[in-house]
């Protein structure tokens, strides 16, 4: 029991480095076992945190040059008492006419080549004009998803459809963390009531749109609850919803299998890294995708690498083995798919 007392000093100096070193191999270890989220959520939650900086800059910069006032960016859409009316978040349809209304916006699309299609989303659209714009002039179909509190939308959108793009509402949703993911946001303490107005005013934000996708909403599309609210009311309304995956755990795809509601998820995503070989490299993983599994879906933004590198991209389409296709032909694809499977009725 006492032996330790009697071995020699040296012995005691190598036997106390030895506990060290156990201690800092088995903190090594714990560390290690409970570790970071996945690679995803990582990538993801950075992503939320710069689109909060990127979006809410250019959302101040436009109020504030409008107003020459700051302003409270919560105060910037209409009040909610315009959509007290059940009709106007209730969406009751016939059965036939729900199924079908996101087609009706859908662009004419034929894939005569029989080639893999690809897919690419352009979000936080609307409130840079300039980028986005941009983004308008490039080679279509692209897929542009604007945001509901954007200025000047029916103009925007309609030019945008004028030049062949298809379009999505990019809805504002709760993330994890401290990023704010801007006015008329969807957060998971929100009742049903709550919900269904909010999307109600996204929705009638402008006409033409085929479906929303979210803005942000780590925390949200894994909520079992809001996002079941949230769907239940997209398949109501005849939309389409694409998950853009900001997190691993989102549950849309699988109350999308649940509910038999059009969900479609994101493949890629492009400019997680502002750089020009990072987006060129996505871009080729793009293609990748689409000759391995028949679709992909890409998902970027309208910032200045972003659009120069998709610009001579898209400029050399003719070279390669794919096609570019409106995200609602890639659905239709998915979803057919789906229907065989049972998944959806």
Request: no cysteine; aromatic share 6%; net charge positive.
């Amino acid at each position: 029991m006492f032996s330790f007392l009697k071995i020699s000093k040296s012995q005691k100096v190598i036997l106390l480095s030895l506990g060290g070193l156990l201690v800092f191999t088995l903190g090594i270890a714990i560390g290690t076992y409970i570790g970071p989220p996945d690679h995803l959520d990582k990538i993801s939650y950075s992503s939320e945190e710069r689109d909060h900086r990127i979006v809410n800059k250019e959302l101040k910069e436009v109020i504030t040059a409008e107003t020459q006032k700051p302003v409270d960016l919560h105060k910037s859409l209409p009040n909610l008492d315009k959509f007290k009316s059940e009709k106007v978040f209730d969406f009751k349809q016939n059965e036939r006419t729900r199924r079908a209304s996101w087609m009706a916006h859908a662009l004419p699309f034929e894939n005569t080549e029989n080639k893999p299609l690809v897919s690419i989303v352009l979000d936080d659209m609307g409130l840079n004009r300039r980028h986005s714009d941009w983004a308008v002039s490039l080679k279509a179909p692209l897929t542009l998803s604007y945001l509901p509190y954007a200025k000047d939308l029916a103009n925007q959108t309609q030019s945008a459809r004028a030049q062949g793009h298809e379009l999505l509402i990019h809805l504002p949703m709760e993330a994890r963390g401290a990023a704010d993911p801007g006015p008329g946001a969807l957060m998971v303490n929100m009742d049903q009531m709550e919900i269904k107005k909010l999307l109600a005013r996204a929705l009638y934000a402008f006409p033409g749109a085929i479906g929303v996708n979210n803005h942000m909403g780590s925390l949200f599309t894994a909520d079992y609850r809001a996002m079941s609210i949230l769907l239940m009311q997209i398949k109501s309304s005849g939309q389409l919803f694409l998950d853009s995956l900001t997190a691993s755990n989102s549950l849309v795809s699988q109350l999308g299998d649940k509910f038999n509601v059009p969900v479609v998820s994101r493949d890629v995503f492009l400019d997680n890294i502002d750089k020009e070989d990072e987006i060129v490299r996505r871009l080729r993983e793009v293609e990748r995708v689409a000759l391995d599994k028949g679709t992909a879906i890409a998902i970027g933004h309208p910032r200045l690498t972003t659009l120069r590198v998709l610009e001579e991209w898209l400029a050399n389409l003719a070279e390669k083995k794919i096609r570019l296709a409106p995200l609602s032909a890639v659905a239709k694809k998915r979803l057919k798919r789906m229907q065989k499977n049972g998944v959806l009725n």
